[in-house]
């Protein structure tokens, strides 16, 4: 089975809305909505924004629903000219950038304790969508410190606030995890909140019209 999650109940609907959905009930205070599409069966959770959220949400899809493969997809914020407004890549690797063990450990930025890289890698679709660069953390900002951070330092290509946070439980359960974005703001083209709130609309219809391209592949 399939285990979505994903931060926000907009997100949520563009699935939702083409799924035959067979129950629905609530857990830690997430909805869960269980049925199918597109030919597979499908467990999604609505888990909110943020890290822990995700990790949460993601854990609860794994422990009491018995997933075998874990799917977030969303709108992102692109970060450099490769990424366009509402158009769709999938994630490659992903790291926390507001993970900092540098001044005990010596290690990357971003790198987990019980990682040596800071970077975790995702698995891929044969879907002819370039493939980049996730950066994660609990903030939505227009820090120039951490554009600086993400582009020069860690050369992530897309942000958001729990891709990163979802690939570590899905490793850590030894799960394959798979994630898409739809680029809602691209840093240094204006305000990123007016931004992602003209264009997330837009965003998620694209993505919801390749959402059958992506699960299709999955098992």
């Keep these: 089975m399939i285990g979505a999650v994903i931060a926000m109940q907009s997100e949520a609907d563009i699935l939702l809305d083409q799924m035959k959905i067979t129950s629905s009930l609530t857990v830690s205070g997430k909805p869960v909505y269980i049925g199918s599409a ?18 949460l949400g993601t854990q609860l899809l794994i422990s009491k629903f018995n997933v075998d493969t874990i799917f977030n997809f969303g709108v992102a914020g692109g ?9 769709v890549y999938q994630i490659e690797k992903a790291v926390q950038f507001d993970f900092d063990l540098t001044q005990l450990n010596g290690t990357k930025m971003g790198t987990l304790d019980e990682y040596s890289e800071n970077y975790l890698p995702l698995s891929s679709f044969n879907a002819p969508y370039p493939k980049k660069n996730l950066g994660t953390s609990d903030r939505f900002n227009d820090s120039v410190s951490d554009y600086n951070l993400l582009t020069q330092e860690l050369n992530a290509d897309i942000r958001d606030m729990e891709g990163g946070a979802i690939v570590q439980v899905a490793l850590s359960a030894k799960l394959p995890v798979y994630s898409v974005k739809a680029i809602s703001d691209v840093a240094g083209s204006g305000s990123t909140t007016e931004q992602f709130l003209k264009n997330k609309a837009k965003a998620l219809e694209n993505l919801k019209k390749k959402l059958s391209i992506f699960i299709e592949e999955l098992n």
């Excluded at 450099?80 to 509402?86: A, P, Q, S």
């Design 38 to 55: 597109f030919g597979k069966d499908i467990t999604l959770v609505v888990c909110g924004v943020g890290k822990v959220n995700a990790a």
């Design 79 to 87: 970060l450099n000219e490769t990424t366009k407004l509402c158009e």
